[in-house]
């Protein structure tokens, strides 16, 4: 069933992942994507395999799509809470994954608020490491997803004009984005407020601009990000209010896009924020889309590990 290979035994992001290996997972991604369509949706693919999720952060999606994933594989997974576990004694994270390891788990899903903590726990590990966030830096399964939706939506990515707009300073998604959809040949222009642009994104391929109409100026794609209240630490824009009247996406605005712009968000939303009620429940969103396509794209994303490793 596999329908390509990736070379890392780890998916710690996209910016190391090449066009062909991204090619490969969505393409997986939409053989599980037809699976997941039927009435039993269950395969036995994975069925004496165990993963754990650590998530030192909050999640929906995230946690609750691998949890899918897993379970349509037919694979196992540990109920493991950072909350409740013997971090709170003062474990460090390295001893936990070494334990949890020794248990004879097959692979680890971890979300952390610092950047490079998935890369630090694949140095100490025998087996496949998943970033699902970390810090800033990258989320590549969210990227992936993103990119899966894209093409069901468009056919192809090659060429398109994709907007990311919002506060691209403090977003792993924006950088995962950028990564796979510059490789995917996407004309890619980011927006945002002077304060939220990363210093030095253009050397990652794509257009800056603070101007909101010249981003979503023909574009096929508008992936809005929102504003991550919880990561900033100081003002990086007057009020929510003046936001929303300078970078919130609204039908008004979209009037500039082509006719059937897409529009995307990874959520979770701030409705009124970065993003209006109409434009997000409104007739180009695909937000929910996303979601869906997260469990076929992680279900690949599981698979190929696996069968890399059992293979080599
Ligand atoms: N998109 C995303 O990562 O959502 P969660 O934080 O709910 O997992």
Redesign the pocket.
């Known amino acids: 069933m596999n329908t390509g290979n990736i070379q890392s035994q780890h998916l710690l992001g996209l910016k190391s992942l090449t066009r062909e290996e991204i090619e490969s997972i969505l393409a997986q991604a939409t053989v599980f994507k037809e699976v997941f369509n039927r009435s039993v949706k269950k395969l036995p693919t994975l069925n004496n395999k165990v993963f754990v999720s650590l998530f030192y952060e909050?999640?929906?999606?995230?946690?609750a799509s691998f949890d899918m994933a897993i379970r349509m594989l037919g694979a196992g997974s540990i109920n493991f809470s950072v909350q409740t576990s013997s971090v709170n004694k003062g474990e460090t994270l390295i001893d936990t994954v070494r334990n949890l390891e020794s248990l004879g788990i097959d692979g680890i899903i971890v979300r952390h608020p610092m950047g490079g903590v998935p890369a630090l726990i694949a140095d100490h590990v025998k087996v496949p490491v998943i970033n699902?966030?970390d810090g800033f830096n990258e989320?590549p399964t969210?990227a992936l997803l993103d990119l899966f939706t894209m093409i069901e939506e468009k056919g192809y990515i090659e060429g398109k004009k994709v907007a990311i707009i919002g506060d691209i300073l403090h977003s792993r998604?924006a950088r995962s984005n950028i990564w796979a959809l510059t490789k995917l040949g996407a004309n890619v222009i980011v927006c945002g407020p002077p304060s939220l642009i990363p210093i030095g994104v253009e050397n990652m391929g794509v257009t800056v601009t603070n101007k909101v109409e010249e981003a979503i100026e023909d574009a096929d794609f508008v992936n809005v990000l929102r504003v991550q209240f919880e990561r900033q630490k100081g003002n990086f824009f007057p009020s929510t209010r003046e936001y929303y009247r300078e970078y919130g996406i609204t039908p008004q605005r979209l009037k500039r896009a082509k006719d059937d712009v897409i529009i995307m968000h990874?959520?979770?939303m701030n409705r009124g924020v970065e993003i209006s009620t109409e434009v997000a429940d409104g007739p180009y969103n695909v937000i929910l889309e996303q979601v869906t396509n997260g469990v076929a794209v992680r279900m690949a994303v599981l698979y190929m590990l696996m069968s890399r490793k059992t293979t080599v």
Do not use: D, I, L
Not at 58 to 63: A, D, E, I
């Open positions: 909050n999640s929906t999606r995230t946690r699902a966030g989320h969210q998604v990874p959520g979770p």
